[in-house]
Each structure stands twice: as structure tokens, then as C-alpha cells.
């Protein structure tokens, strides 16, 4: 399939029902409003094709500027008007583009062009170490983790996204002076400040969407991830998974199935038509703006169904402590919830060697400050991350072990607050705990009568 069915296929559902008709040679101008909707959402298009598309068909080029309004002006001959800049310049340089006025729709093919050169399509995953924050993004689940809120046409018409706001519309929690400018960086010294004010800018996007049909008190944070962004170039995005307590306060026509969004996040994004054998975009398109969430939404939700269903729960881990989604390095993805999974062969003698170079460290002060100096951040991470974890299994038991989930919320609010040196003996106390718990599990795994015999 050429590189032009695709991008017509995008074009016929994001673009064409904004310029349908014939076109009009003496359409001079068009209202502000029109242009920056039609600006939108060729946007979109370009990221769909140069990014996404290009992923899975490394053999097709990335169209730069030029090419991709040559072909969309051949595609789309409506859109004509929305064009400026590439119709009347005989000069059509990249390195001259900065310097002309363009059009809203010639400045969106070319800031989408940008963004997808850096994302670079032919890597599995993007570099985002040094990229600025700036974006949060919020995956809203109902109480019984089962159906969650999305909004539609609220980035792209046509196309549904999680909830979502910049981070500059209400300023900047870390600052990086160069000139007159501000930047918010992935910088590990100012990261609980930063991922504070991120939280705030997080529930109060919640309270907007929702029409402060929710509050604060009524949310829980259940993981934190860092990964790129679409909307600015070498940008990032903070994405929350978000617990709702109380779901009355959304109409339940908003709540969609969390698996049905996960399969709609499968396949191609252009099929083929059996009756009119033209291509067609499929669902992921119309989903497409949760496609750099995609993994982390389907890994979660997999844990939640398997602890209900009693299973064990295994994902892989980095012992250095770096979470795993989409593979970034250690300062790329911050104050997030890394699963904890390791292999069956090795789960034991992970497990009790951590907790024995923990209890020795414990008896050694002196190489155990030495440490702290260069481990305290993973520390923090991964006793965080067994909160987590036991907080998710108290979840699924009996009401009466309420007192100990809250217990578990206030730790690790406390953590995500940036817990001083005095909380060392609480965090280690957690790690044991959780290095402790697994190795139990493990033991009952490869014992399974004397597991028995001890429950007597």
C-alpha cells in the first residue's frame, strides 16, 4: 500500500468533513475559527502518518514540509484557502521556512513535521531524557477499576484522548532561566516540587472535565509515568492513572469499559474495505491520541484482572530501579509505579539476597550513608513502589482492613511529597516488608505442602 492510501484514508475522516465540497477558486479567505479547526486537524494527520504509520512501515520516508503539502494540496484540493506561504513562494528551503509567515495550516504541517522528526519513527521508543514537562494527562478509572473517562473532540475532532491540560496554564513549578524564557526540566533535584505541582495541575484538569463533579479528596493517585508528547517538539507528558471513590458524581453514560479502549488501541490503522476495496482508517485512529499510553494502560488493567482473579502478579522490573514503560532511561521516567516482576527461578534468591544486603547495611551506618548518597532516589522509588503494590492487594480484601489501606495512601502520599532522611528506617522497614511478603510467595511456590501445612 502506497504511502498516499493511508494518508487519504486519515484525510477522508479528520479533514474532509471540514472542506467538503468542490472547490472554490474564488474563496478568498476563510473565518479565523475554520482555519484553526482545519489547522487541527491536519495536525493530526501528519502525526498519524510521519510517527505512527511510519513505525510499522519503516520503508515509506517521512515527508517533510514541501511534500506534505504537495500532497495534501493533491489529496485535498479545498485546501487551497487554508494554504498561503507554499502557494506564491518559489523559495521552499526547510532552512528558509523559519523566517516566512505562514499559514495556521502550513505552521501545523510543519510543527507536527518537527515533532515527529524527533520522536523518530524508526526507533522503538523516543529519547526523552532532558525533555521538558509539558503536559499533564489523566486516565480516570471508575470504582471498581473497570470503566474509565475519556473525552471526545477535545485535541482532535473525531478522536477520543484522556483528560488532559498544559502545564503552562498555570505557570511553571521549576525554572530554568535562559533570557526571558522559562523551562521546566526532567531534573531529578527539583523532581517532588515539580511532580507536586504537576498532581494540583492534574486534579484540577479532573475537576474541569468533570465539571467540578469531583473533588480532590475523592481521587487517588495509583501511578505516574513520564512519556513523550505530540503537542510540542522534544516535549513530555506526566500521564496519572487516577482512582474515582465516588462514582455518582459522573453521569454513567461517560464511563467507557477499559478493556473495550484497550482493544480499540489493536491492529493496523488503515484497513482494507471488502465492498468498495478502497482503504479505511480503523479504530485505532479514532483512538490514537492514547496511543503513547497505550502499554501502560494495558499492563495496568492486566494486573488489576489478574489480582481479582487471585493470580500472582509478575512484570518485569529494572533492579536499577528505572521503570520499563517504553524502555526510557532512569531520569526519564520519575516518581512513577514500577511493577514488580522477575522471573520464577530467580523471584527467590532475588528476593531474600535484597532483603540480606538490606538487614546488613541496616548494621553498617557508616556504608549505609555512603550509599544513600548516590541510591536514596531508588530507595524512595522502590519503597514506593511495594506500597503500591500492598495497597493493591488490600484493596481486594475484606472492608474491615480498611485502616490499613489508608495507612498505606498516607505513606505513600508522603513519599510522593519527598520524604526526608528522618523516614529512612520507615522506607527500609517497607522494603523488607516487601522483599519479606514475595519471598513467602515464592517459597509456597516451589513448597506447595508445606505452604498448606503452615495455613493449618
Known amino acids: 500500500?502506497?504511502?498516499?492510501?493511508?494518508?487519504?484514508?486519515?484525510?477522508?475522516?479528520?479533514?474532509?468533513?471540514?472542506?467538503?465540497?468542490?472547490?472554490n477558486p474564488h474563496m478568498i479567505t476563510v473565518p479565523l475559527k475554520k482555519q484553526q479547526s482545519v489547522a487541527q486537524q491536519v495536525y493530526a494527520v501528519v502525526l498519524l502518518y510521519n510517527y505512527y504509520y511510519r513505525k510499522t512501515h519503516l520503508n515509506l520516508n517521512h515527508l517533510d514540509f514541501k511534500s506534505f503539502c504537495e500532497l495534501a494540496l493533491t489529496?485535498?484540493?479545498?485546501?487551497?484557502?487554508?494554504?498561503?506561504?507554499?502557494?506564491?513562494?518559489?523559495?521552499?528551503?526547510?532552512?528558509?521556512?523559519?523566517?516566512?509567515?505562514?499559514?495556521?495550516?502550513?505552521?501545523?504541517?510543519?510543527?507536527?513535521?518537527d515533532v515527529c522528526t524527533s520522536l523518530d519513527a524508526s526507533r522503538d521508543v523516543p529519547n526523552i531524557k532532558g525533555w521538558p514537562v509539558s503536559r499533564v494527562a489523566v486516565l480516570l478509572i471508575d470504582e471498581k477499576k473497570e470503566?474509565?473517562?475519556?473525552?471526545?473532540?477535545?485535541?482532535?475532532?473525531?478522536?477520543?484522548s484522556v483528560i488532559e491540560k498544559k502545564v503552562d496554564e498555570i505557570?511553571?513549578?521549576?525554572?530554568?532561566?535562559?533570557?526571558?524564557?522559562?523551562?521546566?526540566?526532567?531534573?531529578?533535584?527539583?523532581?517532588?516540587?515539580?511532580?507536586?505541582?504537576?498532581?494540583?495541575?492534574?486534579?484540577?484538569?479532573?475537576?474541569?472535565?468533570?465539571k467540578n463533579g469531583?473533588?480532590?479528596?475523592?481521587?487517588?493517585?495509583?501511578e505516574s509515568h513520564v512519556v513523550y508528547s505530540l503537542d510540542k517538539e522534544k516535549a513530555a507528558t506526566r500521564f496519572y492513572i487516577m482512582h474515582c471513590h465516588h462514582n455518582g458524581a459522573i453521569d454513567s453514560s461517560e464511563w467507557l469499559p477499559i478493556q473495550e479502549v484497550i482493544d480499540c488501541l489493536q491492529g493496523p490503522?488503515?484497513?482494507?474495505?471488502?465492498?468498495?476495496?478502497?482503504?479505511?482508517?480503523?479504530?485505532?485512529?479514532?483512538?490514537?491520541?492514547?496511543?503513547?499510553?497505550?502499554?501502560?494502560?494495558?499492563?495496568?488493567?492486566?494486573?488489576?484482572?489478574?489480582?481479582?482473579?487471585?493470580?500472582?502478579?509478575?512484570?518485569?522490573?529494572?533492579?536499577?530501579?528505572?521503570?520499563?514503560?517504553?524502555?526510557?532511561?532512569?531520569?526519564?521516567?520519575?516518581?512513577d509505579k514500577t511493577p514488580i516482576q522477575i522471573g520464577?527461578?530467580?523471584?527467590?534468591?532475588?528476593?531474600?539476597?535484597?532483603?540480606?544486603?538490606?538487614?546488613?547495611?541496616?548494621?553498617?551506618?557508616?556504608?549505609l550513608r555512603q550509599v544513600l548518597a548516590s541510591k536514596g532516589q531508588k530507595l524512595s522509588e522502590t519503597a514506593l513502589n511495594v506500597l503500591y503494590y500492598k495497597r493493591d492487594i488490600l484493596a481486594l480484601k475484606q472492608p474491615e482492613i480498611g485502616d490499613e489501606i489508608a495507612r498505606c495512601n498516607q505513606m505513600?502520599?508522603?513519599?510522593?511529597?519527598?520524604?526526608?532522611?528522618?523516614?529512612?528506617?520507615?522506607?527500609?522497614?517497607?522494603?523488607?516488608?516487601?522483599?519479606?511478603?514475595?519471598?513467602?510467595?515464592?517459597?509456597?511456590?516451589?513448597?506447595?505442602?508445606?505452604?498448606?501445612?503452615?495455613?493449618?
Not at 191 to 201: A, M, N, V
Not at 422 to 429: A, I
Open 214 to 222: 469531583i473533588d480532590e479528596k475523592d481521587l487517588t493517585i495509583i
Open 75 to 113: 489529496l485535498k484540493p479545498n485546501l487551497r484557502p487554508y494554504f498561503k506561504w507554499f502557494l506564491i513562494s518559489d523559495d521552499i528551503e526547510v532552512s528558509n521556512i523559519e523566517k516566512q509567515e505562514l499559514s495556521l495550516t502550513e505552521q501545523a504541517i510543519k510543527d507536527a513535521c
Open 344 to 367: 520464577d527461578d530467580l523471584e527467590e534468591a532475588f528476593i531474600n539476597t535484597a532483603s540480606a544486603e538490606v538487614e546488613m547495611l541496616v548494621k553498617n551506618s557508616a556504608k
Open 171 to 210: 505557570g511553571c513549578s521549576s525554572e530554568e532561566k535562559h533570557g526571558n524564557k522559562r523551562q521546566r526540566t526532567l531534573d531529578l533535584q527539583d523532581e517532588s516540587d515539580e511532580h507536586g505541582l504537576d498532581k494540583q495541575l492534574a486534579f484540577s484538569a479532573v475537576r474541569e472535565a468533570t
Open 147 to 160: 470503566n474509565c473517562v475519556l473525552q471526545n473532540d477535545s485535541i482532535t475532532e473525531g478522536v477520543w
Open 412 to 456: 505513600i502520599q508522603k513519599f510522593l511529597k519527598g520524604a526526608d532522611d528522618h523516614d529512612l528506617e520507615l522506607k527500609l522497614d517497607v522494603v523488607i516488608q516487601g522483599c519479606n511478603t514475595l519471598s513467602e510467595r515464592a517459597h509456597s511456590k516451589q513448597n506447595p505442602s508445606q505452604a498448606s501445612w503452615r495455613s493449618k
Open 1 to 23: 500500500m502506497a504511502e498516499v492510501d493511508a494518508i487519504g484514508a486519515f484525510f477522508k475522516l479528520l479533514v474532509e468533513p471540514m472542506v467538503f465540497g468542490v472547490y
Open 269 to 335: 490503522l488503515v484497513i482494507k474495505a471488502s465492498s468498495s476495496n478502497t482503504w479505511e482508517h480503523s479504530s485505532v485512529v479514532e483512538y490514537f491520541h492514547l496511543l503513547h499510553y497505550a502499554q501502560i494502560i494495558s499492563d495496568w488493567f492486566s494486573r488489576q484482572v489478574r489480582l481479582q482473579d487471585g493470580e500472582p502478579v509478575q512484570e518485569g522490573v529494572s533492579l536499577n530501579g528505572s521503570q520499563k514503560t517504553e524502555k526510557p532511561d532512569e531520569h526519564e521516567v520519575l516518581n
